[in-house]
């Protein structure tokens, strides 16, 4: 494929800012992360948010033996996308506002691939959550300090509700790190790219789990009880966390994931 400076001049267009876009130069890694969401448990269907020049698209197009959906805001870059792979399914604008879940129901499991673009990545992520049944895998590159906060264990400074969320909703590999010079433009930072496979533990009421831990670190550097008091009031918290062995002054950083499954359990609503 050309150099997206190349490609970008030909259609007359900038990378734009405001879209994320950081198109990636790499060829190892667009191999590595088409390899990654066509493994494992095969799925129906796969999906690329945010194809922009077709980096990866190219080789899924290629390679993937079920039907390839592509989602693009850029008007241009989705135009090219159509003159490039004719016959192409792709649903132009943006992605949060698009239809996931009837999509998925038409086209059985689904497994997702994306570059993200980076100020998407928070309400990407919680768009793939609510659809998580239909999903199989997941693997996308976000900025490295994202990932660190989805990856982190208790006790690390990127510890968080992002990370108790992520984990018992997925279980996460990291794919390793892609440096700056992996994209066009460069990005400030470097990118980590990691694979999320679908997990439900059992009997495990994760809506509830989910407002606990939201509870719990609403104002992160405030008591524990302070927070889930604020939330839930109706709940004995005091109580609650000293048969958790928590003490009242518990903030929600220290909280095993085991931990976080109890609390839930005091939730009546
Ligand atoms: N996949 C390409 C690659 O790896 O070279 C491009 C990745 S670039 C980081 C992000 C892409 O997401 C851009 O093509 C951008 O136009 C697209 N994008 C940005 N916001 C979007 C949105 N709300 N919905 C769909 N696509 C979006």
């Given amino acids: 494929m050309a150099h997206p400076k190349e490609l970008l001049a030909r259609l ?78 792709l649903i132009e604008g943006d992605v949060l506002k698009a239809p996931l879940e009837d999509l998925a129901k038409k086209s059985g499991k689904v497994a997702v691939l994306s570059n993200l673009p ?23 590159t976000f900025q490295k300090e994202f990932a660190e906060r989805l990856t982190a264990k208790v006790g690390q400074e990127a510890y968080g509700a992002l990370s108790i969320i992520a984990q018992l909703h997925f279980k996460i590999t990291n794919l390793g790190v ?25 009997d495990l009421d994760l809506d509830k789990l989910c407002k606990v831990i939201k509870a719990g670190f609403l104002h992160p550097r405030k008591k524990m009880v302070s927070n889930l008091k604020q939330i839930f009031p109706e709940v004995d918290w005091l109580k609650t966390l000293e048969s958790n062995s928590l003490s009242p002054n518990t903030r929600a950083e220290e909280v095993h994931e085991q931990q976080w499954i109890s609390l839930s359990l005091a939730l009546k609503r």
Avoid: C
């Fill in 12 to 89: 007359d267009a900038n990378a734009r800012k405001s879209l994320s876009q950081n198109f990636l130069t790499s060829p190892h890694w667009a191999e590595t992360l088409t390899a990654a969401v066509m493994e494992g448990e095969s799925a129906q269907a796969i999906w690329e948010i945010g194809p922009g020049l077709g980096a990866l698209t190219q080789l899924l197009l290629k390679k993937a033996k079920v039907p390839v959906t592509l989602f693009e805001y850029d008007k241009k870059l989705s135009a090219f996308l159509r003159e490039e792979y004719p016959g192409v399914d």
């Fill in 178 to 202: 892609l440096p700056p010079g992996a994209f066009y433009p460069p990005p400030a930072v470097a990118s980590q790219a990691v694979i999320l496979e679908t997990q439900t533990p059992k």
């Fill in 118 to 140: 980076y100020h998407l990545s928070s309400p990407v992520f919680f768009k793939l959550v609510e659809i998580k049944p239909h999903l199989t895998r997941v693997v996308l």
